[in-house]
């Protein structure tokens, strides 16, 4: 699930597919926003420290798992996405990972349950935190969407929003929790990273190509839909660029076709806060 193939809007110059890593969607075609969930006027639940601490590496990184997404006709799926915390109680991750019977983006509360892991780098780990989706804001722009989670996560650092225009040959790190592979699916026990460069700008996209010989171990594959590409002076924190929507099957070289943060970087924070 979740790195569809799509014929949308041409936006790179040279190319490019607006969408992403799992069943081929529509394009985005304008704002699909939803009302931020509510609390009634009683605080939001937090997240308790009484447990082993998150793994200090990519602490931000998020893996996103739902073993119940309907399907057209009856009956559920299993799907997975990857994404990177962005405010104690939001996660950032592709906006198609949230979607109807016909593979379109919505926002609202999610049809299915969503579970978001946030702060391991293996499913192992011991540290790290477990939420639910409980609302979903679709980009007005690009397919990107903000998660709202049933606890606040304050033990780890967010990511900072990237505002300033990417340029082309910019150095960025990925990671993500997609398949090894571009037919067999399932996400990865692990943390996947890599290297890209920067290769084009679009209004609301880049087009990012591999910094050395691709792999299904340092490159988006399925189920890596909203995985971060950002920069980092410690590993620790991060400043997040872009996120994974489409691109060639891992591991085939070829640009992946990435949401740029920088243009929706108001609307985020006028969101989370």
Not at 197 to 210: C, H, R
Request: charged share 15%; net charge negative.
């Amino acid at each position: 699930m979740f790195r569809p193939r799509a014929t949308a809007v041409a936006v790179l110059a040279g190319a490019g597919l607006a969408f992403a890593h799992t069943t081929a969607g529509p394009p985005v075609t304008g704002p699909v926003l939803a009302a931020a969930a509510g609390g009634h006027g009683l605080p939001d639940p937090v997240a308790t420290t009484t447990r082993p601490a998150p793994n200090p590496i990519l602490p931000f990184n998020a893996k996103l798992t739902s073993a119940d997404i309907p399907v057209p006709g009856g009956g559920v799926r299993d799907g997975a996405c990857s994404g990177s915390l962005v405010a104690p109680q939001w996660v950032i991750t592709a906006g198609h990972c949230f979607h109807d019977l016909a593979d379109a983006r919505v926002g609202g509360p999610p049809r299915y349950t969503m579970t978001v892991t946030v702060g391991r780098l293996k499913d192992t780990d011991p540290g790290g935190h477990t939420a639910k989706v409980v609302d979903v804001e679709q980009s007005p722009v690009n397919d990107l969407a903000l998660a709202k989670l049933d606890l606040a996560i304050n033990d780890i650092a967010p990511v900072e929003l990237n505002r300033q225009r990417p340029v082309v040959g910019e150095q960025l790190q990925f990671a993500g929790w997609g398949s090894h592979s571009a037919t067999v699916l399932g996400p990865s026990d692990h943390l996947k990273r890599g290297a890209f460069t920067v290769s084009g700008i679009g209004q609301s996209t880049l087009e990012a190509v591999p910094a050395g010989t691709r792999t299904v171990e340092n490159g988006p594959c399925p189920e890596d839909s909203g995985g971060p590409f950002f920069v980092s002076p410690d590993d620790r924190t991060a400043t997040l660029v872009a996120i994974v929507n489409t691109g060639p099957p891992c591991p085939q070289p070829g640009a992946e076709t990435i949401a740029r943060v920088d243009v929706v970087a108001d609307w985020i924070r006028e969101r989370t806060g």
